[in-house]
C-alpha cells in the first residue's frame, strides 16, 4: 500500500501534471491568434453548430454564466463572435461566429495539429487515448454517491 501512497503512483497527480502540459501547448498554439484555451474551445462548440443561446453553451462547455459571459464579451470585443438578444424572449442571448472566426478556423486548426504532431503521437494512439479518457470520465461521474452531480 505504501507505493500506492507515493506521489508518483497517484493517477490524478498524472493526470494533473498532463493537463499542465496541454494548457502550455495549446496557449503556445493560440498565442498567435491572440485567443485562450478556454476562448478556443468556445470557438470549437460553435464551428460544430454555430447559433447556440449563452446557455445551450454553457452546458456544452460545462462552464456558468459567471465564467462564459466575460469570456464571450471579450471575444465579441476581438472580432470573434457576436451576441444577439432574442427577439421572442429577451432573456436568450445568441452567441454567432463572427467572418474572422470562419476564415481563421483552418489556421488555427493546421497550428493545433502541428503541436500535436510535435508530441510524437500517433493518430492510433491520440484515438486510444480519447477512448480511454473517455472511459475514465465516465466511471468517475458514476462512481458511489455522484451520479446526477
Known amino acids: 500500500m505504501?507505493?500506492?501512497?507515493?506521489l508518483d503512483s497517484?493517477?490524478?497527480?498524472?493526470?494533473?501534471?498532463?493537463?499542465?502540459?496541454?494548457?502550455?501547448?495549446?496557449?503556445?498554439a493560440l498565442q498567435p491568434f491572440g485567443l485562450t484555451y478556454p476562448q478556443y474551445l468556445v470557438l470549437l462548440s460553435l464551428w460544430e453548430k454555430d447559433g447556440v443561446t449563452m446557455k445551450e453553451l454553457g452546458m456544452r462547455l460545462r462552464l456558468g454564466?459567471?465564467?462564459?459571459?466575460?469570456?464571450?464579451?471579450?471575444?465579441?470585443?476581438?472580432?470573434?463572435?457576436r451576441k444577439e438578444r432574442s427577439k421572442?424572449?429577451?432573456?436568450?442571448v445568441f452567441i454567432?461566429?463572427?467572418?474572422?472566426?470562419?476564415?481563421?478556423?483552418?489556421?488555427?486548426?493546421?497550428?493545433?495539429k502541428e503541436e500535436i504532431e510535435l508530441c510524437h503521437i500517433s493518430l492510433s494512439e491520440y484515438e486510444?487515448?480519447?477512448?480511454?479518457?473517455?472511459?475514465?470520465h465516465q466511471k468517475?461521474?458514476?462512481r458511489t454517491g455522484s451520479a446526477g452531480a
Not at 461566429?97 to 483552418?106: C, F, M, Y
Open 140 to 142: 468517475l461521474k458514476e
Open 65 to 81: 454564466t459567471g465564467t462564459l459571459t466575460p469570456m464571450v464579451s471579450r471575444m465579441q470585443e476581438n472580432g470573434w463572435v
Open 128 to 136: 486510444e487515448l480519447m477512448k480511454r479518457l473517455n472511459s475514465l
Open 96 to 112: 454567432y461566429l463572427e467572418e474572422t472566426a470562419r476564415r481563421s478556423q483552418e489556421a488555427i486548426t493546421e497550428r493545433i
Open 10 to 28: 497517484q493517477l490524478c497527480f498524472a493526470v494533473y501534471e498532463t493537463a499542465g502540459e496541454f494548457t502550455k501547448l495549446y496557449t503556445s
Open 88 to 92: 421572442e424572449d429577451e432573456r436568450n
Open 2 to 6: 505504501k507505493d500506492f501512497l507515493s
